[in-house]
């Protein structure tokens, strides 16, 4: 089996220089940008926009005579979460985390935002030594919410409880599936269609143990993007992703992103798989995930991609188009994906 490139297998961010200054309704921002941070980063010289599929949020990326920063502008409708945000980002700073800094940020404004350090450096490859520096980040990370108030957090659904009305609702569109995404995702669809329900019936099934877990705080979105290695650290950024969760689908889900990766660029079947079963021991450690940690670890996994699924599905009933479709074909290759990792942990049946 080969695990083909995705959205998150670029080497690095990709900055795109955008031309505000040409643009009178880009005034707001190059005020704001004078005002408050000009004594930070001196002239300004350049903005630049991250590529990438951002819905909640936008990144820029200002460049000045003396140092470089970022950005990131909120969307009104997430303007409930920003006071959260602020806390979380005060903590990762107290605590010493490895993650951006908060410089500054500005809820009463026409651009709503945060300031946070720019951290030069690549995303995560899935090299040797990728794997190590991230497997002691995300361990000290997490470690470092151990104590933080869980109720200030939003809880992260282990399934959606209505998953198989979502199926079916999407199932019955069949005939508009080419239509209204494509000729390739909707062959993939029926192609991939008796996988999907079999893996919603399988992850019904098996909830309870997965509920049964203590929840603790844990980023739920560790995708290769979501870490940058410079400096000898893995950074983890996009702290809005911090999630009262429980660990077989939040650090399965990040083990499962990581660890494909690193097949991509290795190729998968030159992966060394003790060192992966390392860097998940590690990633844990410190946390009771019990003698059957790896059937739980890959039932996590299955449970997250396929709620992620679902949220697409659903995103596209009642004549809605979901933002995140363009991740369509990336969740269903997953599923296979997902089967063929736990095989090589002798876990044949998930």
């Known amino acids: 089996m080969n695990f083909n490139p995705d959205r998150f297998s670029d080497s690095e961010p990709h900055w795109i220089k955008i031309d505000v200054i040409k643009k009178k309704d880009n005034l707001d921002l190059l005020n704001l940008i004078a005002k408050n941070y000009s004594h930070y980063y001196g002239k300004l010289e350049n903005i630049y926009r991250v590529r990438g599929a951002e819905v909640n949020s936008s990144n820029l990326l200002i460049e000045g005579s003396i140092r470089k920063f970022v950005i990131k502008l909120i969307n009104h409708n997430e303007l409930s979460n920003f006071k959260t945000q602020t806390d979380l980002y005060d903590h990762i700073k107290n605590m010493n985390l490895p993650a951006p800094f908060l410089i500054s940020s500005e809820f009463k404004s026409s651009l709503p935002h945060f300031a946070i350090d720019y951290i030069k450096g690549e995303y995560f490859s899935g090299s040797k030594k990728d794997i190590e520096l991230t497997a002691k980040s995300v361990k000290l990370f997490h470690d470092g919410f151990k104590n933080y108030d869980k109720s200030k957090l939003l809880k992260s659904e282990v399934l959606q409880k209505n998953s198989s009305n979502i199926l079916n609702n999407f199932y019955a569109l069949k005939d508009e599936w080419n239509y209204k995404f494509g000729s390739e995702i909707g062959f993939k669809l029926q192609k991939n269609i008796d996988l999907i329900f079999d893996t919603e019936t399988s992850c019904s099934n098996n909830i309870d143990q997965i509920l049964e877990i203590e929840e603790s705080i844990f980023h739920i979105d560790l995708h290769p993007h979501n870490i940058i290695i410079g400096n000898g650290i893995a950074n983890i950024i ?86 995140w479709n363009k991740t369509l074909l990336y969740q269903i290759d997953a599923l296979s994906e997902i089967h063929f990792l736990a095989s090589k942990f002798n876990i044949n049946k998930l």
């Open 238 to 323: 996009d702290i809005d992703s911090l999630r009262v969760a429980r660990w077989p689908t939040a650090l399965g889900f990040g083990f499962f992103k990581l660890v494909r990766q690193a097949g991509v660029n290795q190729g998968i079947d030159n992966l060394d798989y003790s060192d992966i079963s390392v860097f998940f021991e590690e990633m844990s450690a410190d946390i009771n995930t019990g003698e059957n940690k790896w059937e739980l670890l890959f039932s996590g996994v299955l449970t997250e991609i396929l709620k992620r699924l679902l949220t697409i599905f659903e995103g596209n009933l009642g004549g809605q188009i979901s933002p």
